[in-house]
């Protein structure tokens, strides 16, 4: 095995195979002593494979990362951690798992998400799914963790601070600094202080929203501009959000409620999250929703319906509502579609088209965009939270993730501003080098995209 991909007793070093360069499928190793530890295993969806662009590519497929490097060299990882149950995290684990073998580490939530998609692979009770508390630590292989609670767009997000005797990392997963998540408790400035004393090495960061200003709206703070938003509405409301935003659900829920609307979730990734949360004791008894069945029935001004599909594919609840073809109800004129949601970038033509759909159905439509009040948060830091993180935290190094190009440079150029000393920025395939000093080695794996075919 060549010594330039093989860690020794003095390195440290962060691998990603995916999402560094890009937003979606992330898949990072850490390496230390000859031994892997894999952070995260995900997907992205409705792309192109671009390595075959040649061939007669079509979107809407599923793709992860490439996992040649670690599936040729299995025996040498020694773990895997899920941080939380978004996709781009988690959705590659169930195909992937059978090319690595590990044990999986991760919290309730995640691994209630974890547990279903094994299933439906055939691989329920055949995986060591583990279930790691907050602020506990493990050793894995080489590799100390302690799990950091944060807060985020789902329940459960989870820092973690991976620490070898060569060195120690803050590695963020997704988060944003959010007083009032709805679900699960805020954050506490004191636990990433504390952090802060351990004599961190690197901080591997989020960067999505690293080119906005100022602070992330709170998910606490929509439930008045919903509130408002959709008490003027006369007709049938529906409201296109993520799925896996628990705590929007509960908002949506708890507005329906106020303004004497029944609430029912169309889309099969709603029933999945709210079932999970049940499970994980994240759901609140008296939110209630209606069977589906029965919303075609209620009265128009009695509706409230949550459905998928805010970024406009195909098969999903909004997309068939759009095009007339759903069995629980036909939209009408006077109903409102209100997207508690953002576009992702790469879908715009998708969305632009079901707006067409309901436009010609004479639908009100509504867009976060154009509320009064904030009807969406995103789930990422802005600039300010970095900076305040980065001050806690105080690495000497800075590695930026999660974000293309742009959001990369931003996000290094605010740990200078902050007096990060080392800020590495590079992408996919390149070994970023945290121990024994700082530096990237470029290109040194090959990575790429595969599809993921569901069985
Ligand atoms: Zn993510
Ligand atoms: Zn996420």
């Known amino acids: 095995m060549s010594e330039a991909t ?152 989870q820092a973690l601070v991976i620490k070898t005797p060569a060195g120690k990392v803050f590695h963020t997963a997704d988060w944003k600094l959010d007083a009032h998540p709805v679900v699960g408790n805020g954050y506490r400035p004191e636990t990433y202080q504390n952090v802060g004393l351990q004599n961190i090495d690197a901080m591997v960061c989020d960067s999505t929203n690293a080119t906005e200003d100022g602070w992330s709206t709170s998910e606490g703070a929509l439930e008045d501009g919903l509130f408002q938003l959709i008490k003027q509405q006369k007709g049938r409301v529906i409201v296109a959000c993520f799925g896996s935003n628990v705590a929007r659900l509960q908002t949506l829920i708890r507005v329906a409620n106020k303004v004497g609307r029944y609430c029912t979730v169309l889309g099969r990734s709603l029933e999945n999250m709210i079932g999970c949360a049940r499970n994980s004791n994240m759901w609140p008894d008296e ?104 001050r806690w935290i105080k690495p000497r190094i800075a590695i930026p993730v999660h974000g293309e190009d742009k959001h990369l440079t931003a996000n290094a150029s605010i740990a200078r501003e902050v007096g990060v000393k080392h800020q590495l920025v590079g992408k996919n395939g390149d070994i970023f080098q945290i121990a024994p000093y700082p530096g990237v080695r470029r290109q040194v794996i090959e990575t790429g995209m595969i599809e993921i075919k569901r069985p």
């Not at 939530?109 to 508390?133: C, D, M, Q, Y």
């Not at 506990?136 to 100390?144: E, M, N, R, W």
């Not at 075609?296 to 068939?320: D, F, M, N, W």
């Not at 998708?350 to 439509?365: H, M, T």
């Open 6 to 157: 093989t860690p020794t007793i003095h390195d440290l070093w962060l691998l990603p195979l995916g999402g560094c360069g890009e937003i979606g499928m992330n898949l990072n190793l850490y390496g230390h002593n000859g031994r892997w530890l894999m952070v995260d295993c995900g997907v992205t969806f409705n792309k192109t494979l671009q390595q075959n662009s040649d061939v007669n590519t079509t979107k809407h497929q599923i793709i992860a990362a490439d996992p040649q490097f670690i599936a040729s060299r299995k025996q040498l990882l020694d773990g895997m951690i899920i941080t939380h149950a978004h996709e781009d995290h988690v959705g590659a684990v169930a195909f992937l798992w059978r090319r690595f073998k590990c044990p999986i580490y991760t919290n309730a939530f995640t691994a209630e998400v974890l547990n279903r998609k094994l299933a439906e692979n055939g691989l329920l009770g055949r995986v060591p799914v583990h279930v790691i508390s907050t602020g506990t630590s493990k050793t894995i292989g080489v590799f100390d963790v302690e799990w950091i609670p944060l807060t985020h767009s789902i329940p459960e997000p």
């Open 287 to 390: 939110l209630e929703v209606v069977p589906s069945a029965h919303i075609g029935y209620l009265p128009k001004e009695e509706v409230l319906v949550i459905a998928t599909g805010s970024q406009g594919e195909p098969k999903t609840a909004l997309h068939r509502l759009a095009h007339q073809n759903h069995f629980a109800l036909d939209l009408e004129e006077g109903d409102s579609v209100i997207f508690s949601s953002r576009t992702i970038p790469g879908n715009e033509a998708e969305v632009e088209s079901l707006l067409k759909k309901l436009e010609q159905l004479k639908v009100n439509v509504f867009q976060a965009n154009d509320a009064e009040l904030p009807i969406h948060a995103s789930g990422h830091p802005h600039q300010e939270e970095l900076k305040a993180m980065y």
